[in-house]
């Protein structure tokens, strides 16, 4: 509040300093709703949640029920499939976060700037639609899309270079595929939330910079986009959680290619390996420890940096 308008105050009131008005107290009627609303929440993320951490915590730091340290950890990284695994993920991360965060800010505001109530309607309804199908009906769609002889993009799968099922979906092109998947599964939700973001920038803001003489393009990259930057930590940090998990998607197709994709190539493929496979609870245990532990501490990045929960 600037001097004068507290001055104002003051000599409405009196001269007496105005007093904070308290927000009222929810009567006992909201409290029990909250609670009735709250405990099923809570008890089903004690139940498969917290409990299977501390038990997957238990698991990664003991062999036969006796306590091991770090032997676990250290036998996991130095498997053969570990680093390769590391390194099919990160690379997925990297290509479907940049996708993400780039596309759905670009379709966000180009959906916002439709003047059309209907036609904005609309197109958000249709940007929503793919995330309607679970993660392994959308990959068995993408098995048809990804195979030239059955594509409606074939023509463009020739043009790339994909002459075979098998060829598009080659080691070196799978975390491009992957990323595409995951993107046509999962942003158009990403879509409709930074939309309803960009509704809720004051139009005093829009205005201010209309009259500066900003045009879209400005308007958006010194106005709209930094006032999104909470809702795109947000998107990264639960992408983030979700691409760490990748275990799905690859092994559909790796059992639609006939082991062209191998098993292992995902952290969470090699975790069912060692626990399913292998008879290996403990290793699977901690290959899950460091996921979370990874995950966690780039979640605590963005948000830091994003600025998750500073007030504005």
């Known amino acids: 509040m600037s001097s004068h ?15 904070p008005v308290r927000a009222p107290l929810p009567s006992r009627s909201q409290s029990r709703m909250g609670v009735a609303f709250v405990t099923p929440y809570t008890l089903f993320l004690l139940a498969f949640g917290a409990l299977p951490t501390l038990y997957a915590i238990y698991l990664a730091f003991t062999k036969n029920n006796a306590f091991v340290g770090l032997d676990n950890f250290v036998r996991v990284v130095q498997d053969y499939r570990f680093m390769p695994a590391v390194g ?25 700037g439709v003047r059309s109530r209907r036609l904005s309607t609309s197109v958000r309804f249709i ?17 048809f899309v990804l195979d030239p002889s059955v594509s409606p993009v074939s023509g463009l ?30 942003a158009g939700g990403w879509i409709v939330i930074m939309y309803g973001a960009l509704n809720n920038i004051p139009n005093e803001v829009m205005e201010a910079a209309r009259i ?29 959680a979700a691409g760490t998990q990748l275990f799905v998607e690859p092994r559909v197709l790796s ?39 990874v995950a966690l501490g780039l979640s605590v990045f963005f948000v830091f940096r994003g600025g998750l929960f500073e007030r504005d």
């Open 5 to 19: 308008t507290e001055a104002a105050a003051r000599t409405a009131l009196g001269g007496r300093r105005p007093r």
């Open 88 to 112: 099919h993920v990160g690379l997925y991360l990297i290509v479907w976060l940049i996708s993400l965060i780039v596309l759905v800010v670009l379709l966000a505001l180009a959906v916002h």
């Open 127 to 143: 940007y929503y639609i793919p995330g309607a199908l679970a993660g392994a009906s959308s990959v068995l769609l993408w098995l």
């Open 157 to 186: 799968l020739n043009l790339l270079g994909s002459d075979s099922f098998v060829n598009t979906i080659q080691i070196d092109r799978l975390p491009v595929v992957l990323a595409i998947i995951a993107f046509w599964t999962g």
């Open 212 to 240: 500066d003489g900003a045009g879209p393009i400005k308007t958006a990259l010194f106005v709209q986009i930094p006032l999104l930057r909470k809702w795109i930590s947000y998107m990264v940090i639960l992408s983030l």
């Open 255 to 293: 059992q639609a290619s006939r082991g062209v994709v191998p098993q292992d190539y995902s952290l969470n493929q090699l975790a069912f390996l060692f626990a399913f496979k292998q008879n290996d609870f403990n290793g699977s245990a901690a290959i899950s420890l460091l996921l979370l532990v």
